[in-house]
């Protein structure tokens, strides 16, 4: 009956969305009926990203977990079903939660990009080593991980570096502490989305090259600024055709304890997705807010990028296997 119900709804707000929603030119966000699933997954409340090297064959993160999860795409069952976890290379005493909040594969590089926040933890604002990771994890060419390959590298030297960026470096959540959300690869460069800060309305997208990352010397990142809402912060980026979608909610997280004031304007239910161009362009189009549906939106997985539309998942945090809601971006 609650699939029923859900479906329902979802099905009206298709009806609903194309005239009303759509802020960018004649596009549009159409959700769709497809009721997909990801099932057997670890952490299962927690999946936080997610990208694709081939079309069949996934990569998944937790925001929880010292480890990613294979997957395999059945489109015809509308089921992504998991494989064998794989352990990542954790520092000695780092606290061993990476906090992977973004995934992305390099066809350049035949190798998924792995990302953890880069924040401190949310409720005391302790430093954990592992959560400064990004890892590269190479595929065969049947697009299976090779675990014997995974490199560890930290952006943290790359951070200080960056005048704009500094200043939140180590800093809390509640009041703009840096923390990386999303993670998109194009052109031979990896986007990182952040969550926050967010400067005055300016939302932040880190530009860096991989190979840079993983074997040059640090240095000033490229950083664009987008106009977004203040108070707003990237959740997920991902690369289609002609730019990006961004998903974004709150910038800030709740109060805490230890930080019982926070710059959140209210909870976190309010999620919507944007079109940026990329380039040297510092504006972001709308395309329409998400369906509330108590969980948290976190990642976002392409599975079809045509001239015409761009079909997404999104994946909910809090949600059992993430509850993915099928996304129709019509150009």
């Known amino acids: 009956m609650r699939h029923t119900s859900r479906l329902t709804a979802l099905l009206g707000l298709a009806l609903l969305l194309p005239s009303c929603a759509a802020d960018r030119g004649n596009s549009r966000m159409e959700i769709l009926g497809d009721e997909w699933h990801l099932a057997g997954f670890d952490n299962a409340l927690d999946l936080s990203g997610i990208a694709t090297s081939n079309g069949t064959q996934v990569l998944v993160g937790s925001d929880e977990s010292f480890y990613v999860q294979p997957g395999e795409i059945d489109t015809e069952k509308r089921r992504i079903e998991s494989r064998r976890l794989i352990a990542l290379p954790v520092q000695k005493g780092g606290g061993g939660e990476v906090d992977i909040e973004g995934v992305a594969f390099s066809k350049d590089d035949q190798a998924y990009y792995v990302v953890g926040s880069h924040g401190v933890g949310k409720k005391k604002g302790d430093f954990q080593e592992d959560r400064h990771s990004i890892y590269r994890v190479p595929v065969g060419a049947d697009g299976k991980v090779r675990?014997?390959?995974i490199r560890r590298a930290s952006?943290?030297?790359w951070l200080e570096?960056?005048?704009l960026l500094e200043p939140h470096v180590k800093q809390p959540l509640q009041q703009n502490g840096l923390n990386i959300e999303g993670l998109a690869?194009?052109?031979?460069?990896?986007?990182?989305?952040?969550?926050a800060p967010n400067q005055n309305g300016q939302?932040?997208?880190i530009e860096a090259s991989p190979a840079e990352i993983f074997s040059g010397k640090p240095r000033e990142l490229t950083?664009?600024?987008i106009s977004i809402p203040k108070g707003r912060g990237i959740r997920e980026i991902s690369a289609v055709r002609d730019g990006f979608l961004i998903l974004t909610g709150n910038a800030s997280a709740e109060a805490s304890k230890k930080f019982p004031?926070?710059?959140a304007a209210g909870?976190?239910?309010h999620f919507e997705l944007l079109h940026w161009s990329g380039g040297g362009s510092n504006s972001a189009s709308r395309i329409g807010k998400l369906p509330e549906n108590g969980g948290k939106a976190e990642a976002l997985l392409v599975l079809k990028d045509e001239e015409s539309h761009s079909d997404v998942l999104v994946i909910f945090d809090g949600l059992q296997g993430g509850e993915p809601l099928s996304v129709r971006v019509h150009r």
């Open 223 to 225: 950083v664009h600024e």
């Open 203 to 205: 939302g932040l997208v």
């Open 267 to 269: 909870p976190d239910t």
């Open 147 to 149: 675990k014997d390959e």
């Open 155 to 157: 952006l943290l030297p």
């Open 185 to 195: 690869w194009s052109g031979g460069k990896l986007y990182f989305g952040l969550r």
């Open 261 to 263: 004031e926070t710059m």
């Open 161 to 163: 570096k960056t005048p």
